[in-house]
């Protein structure tokens, strides 16, 4: 596509539900990242895929936060049994390949969560 | 640990003021990149100017400019005449790696008309 699409824009869940995000980079882009935005906060890193694989998982907070990648496109990022600390607004970025990074990513809109 | 500092939270200008922005970083990398990101309401975040940490001359992009001091580490963003649709949060993000942004926790920027 010709920017980076998230799915959906909102979501509220119920503590203890499974949910997951969707992240469609620019087509081409080899390289997606995925970010966490709390409230009054900066960016956290989560994960990073090149093509297909994850080099770097370390910045996802626990072992309920999973993210897979298929096709070399879209990714799913999956939070297992929601804590009202998931919370937050999670950022999806892409670029043409790994290293690119010093140029900027581009990002999408965000999904909003809501762990009520 | 690398750290970006940002110590303003909120600012308010009028519109066609000048308005600087500050950061502060922490690293022991001699080559890097740093970023001056705008998040409107929308969320995307969009790039706004990037600064090279080997050139001196200091980035300019239209009304944006930085003030890049390595040996201070400071990385200073001013947006001069100032319009309304630059209201936003504004965050300062830094790398050394092949992948990953380190983020400040943002400045939220008010034009008032």
């Known amino acids: 596509g010709a920017g980076v699409s998230q799915s959906p824009s909102n979501k509220v869940t119920e503590k203890g539900k499974d949910v997951e995000l969707r992240c469609d980079p620019i087509s081409g882009h080899t390289a997606l990242y995925w970010y966490r935005q709390s409230l009054g906060q900066g960016l956290e890193f989560l994960i990073y895929?090149?093509?297909?694989?994850?080099?770097?998982k370390s910045g996802l907070p626990s072992d309920r936060f999973s993210a897979e990648r298929t096709g070399g496109s879209v990714s799913t990022l999956t939070i297992q049994r929601t804590q009202q600390e998931d919370s937050a607004v999670y950022l999806c970025?892409?670029?043409?390949?790994?290293?690119?990074?010093?140029?900027?990513?581009?990002f999408g809109s965000g999904t909003r969560l809501t762990v009520v | 640990a690398q750290t970006v500092t940002q110590s303003q939270p909120e600012m308010s200008v009028q519109e066609a003021e000048t308005v600087t922005l500050s950061c502060t970083y922490d690293?022991?990398?001699?080559?890097?990149?740093l970023f001056w990101y705008k998040q409107p309401p929308s969320r995307q975040m969009i790039l706004v100017i990037r600064?090279?940490?080997?050139k001196q001359q200091n980035a300019t992009e239209n009304r944006f400019s930085v003030n890049f001091q390595k040996a201070a580490k400071s990385f200073s963003l001013k947006i001069s005449d100032s319009q309304l649709g630059d209201t936003a949060m504004y965050f300062c993000?830094?790398?050394?790696?092949?992948?990953?942004?380190?983020w400040g926790a943002g400045t939220k920027l008010i034009i008032k008309p």
């Open positions: 970025a892409s670029s043409a390949r790994t290293g690119e990074v010093r140029y900027g990513y581009t």
């Open positions: 690293t022991s990398e001699s080559n890097y990149y």
């Open positions: 600064q090279e940490a080997y």
């Open positions: 895929f090149q093509g297909n694989s994850a080099p770097d």
């Open positions: 993000a830094f790398t050394h790696s092949n992948y990953q942004l380190i």
